[in-house]
């Protein structure tokens, strides 16, 4: 009987006597309580009345309910079963006086209360652990007695109206409630305040015919796919004893449910999954689920490579591959592709997130119902990892929705040798996941059947409310972490346990051959017919040789490995398509109350859009996207506060100062623009991993994540060391994800002045991917098109400005940015390419000093020599410094026969561009047997904080430098 929700949350045992008391001031005058609660009353008085009177009728108003004490539902519905036990009605001639009436009242209300109470804290009591390890202690909210029902009135029939019954006995009741609640599944939903999503549950798992069963078919499915999965492991462990696996054994149980879940998900209607995994039980997966040949495994486990010969890459170990197939299941064909990941626990998470948002972008999967994504945890990873919370907490955002994911915990109990008691804070480790409110099933892993019945459930869930759901599979690990390890050392009880344990097959089968479903004989034909063909695969496994790569494949065909040095890219824009976006960018809709400010910079912006000169960085950085756009490329950009800028510069969206309302011009670039801009949630590394994920399936959209100052990007260092800067060599994956980080000296203190340059640099090589440090708009608006205009793609980090987006001098005509133009990794002097406002330089030959730096200090550089009118010092920009444009250099620095050839940074010694760019220097004036050997370091000493705190002592610093490097 449902009360009110926000009512319903007042039905917890402690609260009984409250609600008795209630009732009673009910029952004196109806009116003297809340309108809610005398509805629900009267309700509840009647049905009592009637349960009390003649007329109740028989206490269970459905023949087939309960079901009978095995849980198998087929004989309750036979019509031929045993009725069940119907207590007796009393007479008519007994009408129930007043005082009985108010006894069943308040029977019914301690009975809803019980109820209520096992949906809240059942999961407590079920069992859950295979090893009976995780004791749970009795719990009074659970016990009738908590209600005042003692064992005399266990039998005395109640109104309930619950449970799909109208009256029951407390001790059907209990009975009930104990085989929903506390058998192999626990459910946790109460948390929910989404009245639907819980009664979809409740109703999902307290009707009648709910219960875990399985059609005889059904159940021959399951056990092949734990036999499949058992007997994997243990091939591998008798033919590569020793070799590392990270087995499942133990949680065998995942196979068939993965196997629920695409094969549920491919019922209603999803197309693709994307799946993220960690290295338990992977191997097993990539075989039984991904359908990868078991004789490519095997080649890998003797040391075969999982690509041709001829690609190159450093590769990755066989736990950590990736893959892709098509299963079909009743004709319905779901495309699975399974992530590559590094060993760093739940740093996929936000990679398969992302990959997922641009796949349903690309379908046009608008309910998100098509595509879907399935992510794998352990225990320990899951409760520990920050990168859970941030994903959960993604989830629900317009710039980040995917329409949930199904989280499978391996919940194995162990983490490499800790226990849960030392490796978290919470009873459960899903307990994260209440935070979004997301529904947790919890169940055991020994119990197949169960497990795959949780999976079904929660891939109806995810359909239907299109939001998280958690799986929590209790299991255990029957071996050491890996399969060298000793668990005996730290675990000798659950050690002692497990080693007495039978397998999760072994139990099942015993359980079919029980129920003559599946005989002893026919489970060990299945078991050597599958081990038949693994010994098949493992004979033919030496031979194997891949014969692909499996990249540049579906959307990046027609891509192709990056080759030579120069690689502008055809990013030059006719001017007419730059004209065209002036309006779009500088025009809100009529009637629009743009902020006076913005109207202010929008009109400037106008100004120079139609000038051609004086174009600032926010305009061309929007010059870039619009033309993008306009090409029919999509653009994504997502960060905090990247909307409006951190530093108010960009103004992407529009507010309406009288209604609020958001206009984003771009946009308006042309009918179907792709354009998103996203503030994002205040986290570093699962945005910036979700937007890699999406870079890795998107070839054709430029996608930006953007810190807010470029420091606060080693927040996010996981997912740049271990995707960004390495992903398409350990992988072949590409990807074009552009870094936008803040960067330069400014007074503003430690950590708003370095975005760290000289860690990307450090992990610069083999090509990896691109850093560079623009100077101009212009080549900012190159460098942004060429990631879409080349044949390939690379990673762009990009230290951006801050003072310079208003700074006088940094700014571009828009003919740098017309046909003819290019991106320049090395930019002039800008007494050579301005002609106006600097003093002449000497010829090349007089120069005595080249003075080479990147970024900002250009400008307070340029400054400074100006006011110095040093006509022989010539000032060097290097744009890009990976891959560094050595061929450029020396044709730029043999113009220059008799400088002295001075580095230049603001950064301390120990970190900017200075020991990367030193050798390449060197070898540079090696090659052009120049008088001098080595450039001279010009910058701040060595430190161990970025930049100082004080205003004054930084001002002092900057201008020492400056004098240093242009004198001297
Ligand atoms: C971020 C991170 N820290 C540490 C490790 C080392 N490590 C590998 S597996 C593991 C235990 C993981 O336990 P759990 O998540 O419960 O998974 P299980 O191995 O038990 O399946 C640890 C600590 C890692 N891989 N990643």
Redesign the pocket.
Known sequence: MDLDPSLSAILNGANAPFLESLYRRYERDPNAVEPEWRGWFDALAAGAARAANADAGPSWQRKDWPPPANGDMTAALDPGAPAPVIPKAKGKAEAASQEQLHAAAIDSIRALTLIRSYRVRGHLHAKLDPLGLAISPDHPELDPETYGFTEKDLDRPIYIDALGLQTATVRQIVEILERVYCGPIGVEYMHIAELEERAWIQERIEGHDKYVSFTEMGKHAILQKVIEAESFEQFLNVKYTGTKR?GLDG?EATIPALEAIIKKAGALGVQEIAIGM????RLNVLANVMSKPFRAIFNEFRGGSSTPDEVEGSGDVKYHLGSSSDREFDGNTVHLSLSAN??????VDPVVMGKVRAKQDQRGDKDRSQVMGLLL?????????GLVPECLGLSQLKGYRIGGVIHFI???????T?SPMY?RSSPY?SDIAKGIQAPIFHVNGDDPEAVVHVAKLATEFRQRFKKDVVIDMFCY?RFG?NETDEPMFTQPLMYQRIKNQPTVTQIYASKLAHEGVVGEAEAKRMTDEFRAVLDTEFEVAESFKPNKADWLEGRWAGLKRARGTVRRGRTAEDENTLRHLINVLTTAPEGFNVHKTLQRQLDRKRETLESGTGIDWATAEALAFGSLLDEGFGVRLSGQDSGRGTFSQRHAVFTDQVTGERYTPLDHVREDAKFEVIDSMLSEAAVMGFEYGYSLSEPNALVLWEAQFGDFANGAQ?IIDQFVAAGELKWLRMSGLVLLLPHGFEGQGPEHSSARLERYLQMSAEDNWQVANCTTPANYFHILRRQMHREFRKPLVLMTPKSLLRHKLCVSHLSDMARGTSFHRIMPDHAQTESAGYGKLKPDDQITRVVICTGKVYYDLLEEREAKKLHDVYLMRIEQLYPFPGDSLLEELERFPHAKIVWCQEEPQNMGAWTFVEPFIEKTLEDLDHFLKRPVYVGRPAAASPATGLLSRHKDQQARLLAAALVG
């Open positions: 990270f949680g960690p290295h338990r039980g590094p060993s760093h626990l739940e740093a945890h352990g225990d320990a990873a899951f409760a520990g990892q391996v919940n194995n109990q162990i983490g490499f800790t490796s480790p690990r972490h996981v």
